[in-house]
């Protein structure tokens, strides 16, 4: 499956997490630690709020290891809101509109795991899209089809019950059609201003989800030092350095949201297990 990273906080340059640590998202896309696959290389992506009122996107199909437009421009940017992803495909084309993060209106959201049995209710969860928000249907995956349903179920007002809805009637579809397979996901959306980070599974075998909170973010031989203060809140599929670090798991089942300069963690209510 995937790797992903978000970052809320003080203007950041983008290269110092994408690059610079021992355990770089870059690093993971050739050798992930602790994902599903070690090999994340079916197409990146990078989100960033800057100046405007809308938020940018570069996505490509290279492995983003093999693109030297997207280190030129991680060195470039700062940001105080961003996100990037490297994919592994569960099945879907490698398309850029395959590729995370995917952007409607000022969201940004994207996603890691997989909808058990998606091929058999894909149709079904489209069903259930709102034909005003359908049209921003451009790839094929099940990330997107979450995406675009739970904005229907109200997201970008209430991500927490949006989200509960949601997989809600994802559960309810899976088993109408005895889908055995589970329903295993990460998942990052910001809408501007605030981050927030969900880990759920319907089996005990949840994707990994890290979080770091702080004052300002400085790479050091590799390591990430967070330094004392609030502000900062990193967000990420697995550590960038060693796992002593300054790394809190997200417990399965919870959703994490940046509030007021820090972390706040709570069970994501309504969800079935």
């Not at 996107?57 to 030129?72: F, K």
């Not at 569960?90 to 000022?106: A, F, L, M, Q, V």
């Not at 209710?121 to 979450?146: F, H, W």
């Not at 589970?182 to 990052?188: E, G, H, K, L, V």
Request: charged letters at 20%; hydrophobic letters at 40%.
């Amino acid at each position: 499956m995937c790797r992903w990273l978000a970052y809320v906080g003080a203007p950041l340059r983008i290269d110092q997490l994408l690059f610079e640590p021992q355990n770089s998202l870059i690093r993971q896309s050739l050798q992930a630690r602790l994902g599903a696959t070690t090999t994340n290389g079916d197409g990146f992506g990078l989100g960033w709020y800057g100046e405007r009122g809308f938020p940018g996107l570069y996505r490509d199909v290279l492995p983003a290891w093999h693109d030297a437009n997207l280190r030129s421009i991680a060195e470039q940017i700062r940001s105080r809101l961003f996100m990037a992803h490297v994919r592994s495909s569960t099945g879907t084309s490698t398309s850029r509109e395959n590729c995370h993060p995917y952007r409607y209106e000022n969201a940004l959201f994207m996603h890691n795991g997989q909808i058990g049995g998606y091929l058999r209710i894909r149709r079904d969860i489209e069903n259930l899209i709102d034909p005003q928000v359908y049209p921003a249907r451009l790839g094929t995956t099940d990330s997107e089809a979450l995406f675009l349903l739970a904005i229907s179920n109200g997201l970008l007002e209430d991500p927490h019950p949006a989200f509960s809805k949601t997989i809600g009637q994802i559960r309810d579809l899976m088993a109408a059609r005895d889908i055995q397979e589970p329903f295993r996901m990460t998942a990052a959306l910001a809408d501007g201003e605030r981050l927030f980070a969900l880990r759920y599974s319907s089996d005990d075998l949840p994707p990994s989800l890290y979080y770091a909170e702080g004052g300002e973010i400085a790479v050091d031989g590799g390591d990430v030092k967070i330094l004392p203060g609030r502000g900062s809140l990193l967000v990420l599929s697995e550590p960038l350095d060693r796992h002593e670090g300054p790394w809190r798991e997200v417990p399965a089942g919870h959703v994490l949201e940046s509030r007021a300069g820090s972390a706040h963690v709570s069970p994501l209510l309504g969800a079935p297990l």
